[in-house]
Antibody, heavy 121, light 109 residues
């Protein structure tokens, strides 16, 4: 059973860069038919898609975050990563990594447990 | 960008009730709509994809329907473990973009 696990700094200072990694276990990140995504949820609020990376390495980002986001993949470690620059308090959220399934019409079928990131000095 | 509007935003119901949640898209999205359940402190869980396909392992009391702009999630007979927040989600190809509804919180009456 494929599993995703987020890791990274839980506290980031304003104006710095948030960095998170999602480790994929129980399957290969290079498998066709899937892409790999980041989604966030501010405390008490709804879900916001951040971006995704195809198994080929192509990336697409939410236009509202595009200028600050980079998603990359490390196939040797079977993981993908998120960097969000110039963070502010508005970026405080639970960050989830998730798998997108093309056979399920681009639904997020597997999620990590989420990791809380707080932006504060 | 396509927007998704869920109604109601919150709902009180009793165990055994039949409940329907609606998701309306700002423009047609064919059947590319999914539904998720989220419990406090947990990641969302996929319930329905492609508007009406039940994800493996999800109880058959959950069903989805709709196409175009109007979609519904129905729980035929509420169970205690169904009290949670539900989100709809769509994917648009041009440009590639995922959007979630604002959520519907289902509470015990």
């Amino acid at each position: 059973q494929l599993q995703l696990q987020e890791s990274g700094s839980g506290l980031v200072k304003p104006s710095q860069t948030l960095s998170l990694t999602c480790a994929v276990s129980g399957g290969s990140i290079s498998s066709g038919g899937y892409s790999w995504s980041w989604i966030r949820q501010p405390p008490g609020k709804g879900l916001e898609w951040i971006g995704y990376i195809y198994h080929s390495g192509s990336t697409y980002y939410n236009p509202s975050l595009k200028s600050r986001v980079t998603i990359s993949v490390d196939r040797s470690k079977n993981q993908f990563s998120l960097k969000l620059s110039s963070v502010t308090a508005a970026d405080t959220a639970v960050y989830y990594c998730a798998r997108v399934s093309y056979t399920k019409n681009d639904a997020f079928d597997i999620w990590g447990q989420g990791t809380m990131v707080t932006v504060s000095s | 960008a396509i927007q998704l509007t869920q109604s109601p935003s919150s709902l009180s119901a009793s165990v055994g009730d039949r409940v329907t949640i609606t998701c309306r898209a700002s423009q047609g999205i064919s059947s590319a709509l999914a539904w998720y359940q989220q419990k406090p402190g947990k990641a969302p869980k996929l319930l329905i994809y492609d508007a009406s396909s039940l994800e493996s392992g999800v109880p058959s009391r959950f069903s989805g329907s709709g196409s175009g702009t109007d979609f519904t999630l129905t729980i035929s007979s509420l169970q205690p473990e169904d009290f949670a927040t539900y989100y709809c989600q769509q994917f648009n190809n041009y440009p590639p973009m995922y959007t979630f509804g604002q959520g519907t919180k289902l509470e015990i009456k």
